[in-house]
């Protein structure tokens, strides 16, 4: 079952249920992957983003609540910081499990044998292929510093 499959389900799930938590989150997913699905058509998209490009979106959209909780919790708005971090546990929950510090190491590694980096001209190649193979699989904010590590090597 693809994610948007999953996402409508749930929906309907949760309006019977009356779990307005998940019903207000999986809305936000649905609306922010319409608005990718729109912005994809003049490219010749008309079926819509794949997974992976709903697991890059989930992921940013993770990010920026991360965000907003540090600036609600520097102004002293617990209760708004929280309504962010509820919304970062249903998203999380249709993220694939994340990859350990070794688990990225070795798919770093893999990458760069893979494109033949040798040097720092080389990340992005490294980068392209790694959200390839691993989208929604690892932070590539955190992996960029391990794929500079490797490449400066």
Avoid: C, W
Wanted: glycine share 6%; net charge positive.
């Amino acid at each position: 079952m693809s994610i948007r499959a999953k996402l409508t389900d749930d929906m309907k799930t949760a309006m019977r249920a009356k779990n307005e938590k998940v019903l207000h989150t999986v809305r936000l997913v649905l609306a922010a992957i319409k608005d990718k699905d729109i912005a994809a058509r003049p490219s010749g998209n008309t079926g819509g983003i794949d997974d992976a490009a709903i697991l890059s979106l989930m992921n940013n959209m993770i990010k920026s609540r991360k965000d907003s909780i540090a600036l609600y919790q520097q102004g002293n708005r617990p209760e708004l910081a929280q309504k962010e971090q509820d919304e970062i546990d249903v998203i999380a929950s249709y993220m694939p499990q994340q990859m350990g510090e070794a688990e990225v190491a070795a798919a770093v590694k893999a990458a760069i044998a893979e494109t033949g980096a040798a040097s720092m001209k080389d990340m992005g190649k490294v980068i392209a292929k790694l959200k390839e193979s691993h989208a929604g699989k690892m932070d590539f904010g955190a992996v960029s510093a391990v794929v500079k590590q490797h490449l400066s090597a």
